[in-house]
């Protein structure tokens, strides 16, 4: 069993940025996938952006070039930069651990999930 638990999440005006962070426990999290989704309300659980073991990083095209993920394994955290925030990005956002293989932007390959950090943009 993995814990996770988001922070940084809240509101900002839009132009604005904002990190959120994601703690893991265990000792494997430098084996594992961690991804970051992003849903609204009535929506699908939505991909932002995944880091595997071995640095490799993936983006949505929504949000490449304004968004950044990354890791410091030797804190078990997962980060997201986000920059130049839109209205759009407002959603609860989710870090989640891939612990084996799968689609990386599919909410399915991804084995444990945080409650969530609300993050809200105003116009």
């Known amino acids: 069993q993995v814990q996770l638990a988001e922070s940084g999440g809240g509101l900002v005006q839009a132009g604005g940025s904002l990190r959120l962070s994601c703690a893991a426990s265990?000792?494997?999290?430098?084996?594992?996938?961690m991804g970051w989704f992003r849903q609204t309300p009535g929506k699908e659980r939505e991909f932002v952006a995944a880091?595997?073991?071995?640095?490799?990083?993936f983006h949505a095209n929504s949000v490449k070039g304004r968004f950044t993920i990354s890791r410091e394994n030797a804190k078990n955290t997962v980060y997201l930069q986000m920059n130049s925030l839109k209205p759009e990005d407002t959603a609860v956002y989710y870090c989640?651990?891939?612990?084996?293989?799968?689609?990386?932007?599919?909410?399915?390959?991804?084995?444990?999930w945080g409650q969530g950090t609300q993050v809200t943009v105003s116009s």
């Open positions: 989640a651990v891939r612990r084996g293989t799968g689609i990386l932007s599919s909410p399915r390959s991804y084995d444990y």
């Open positions: 265990g000792r494997a999290f430098s084996t594992y996938t």
């Open positions: 880091i595997t073991s071995g640095g490799s990083l």
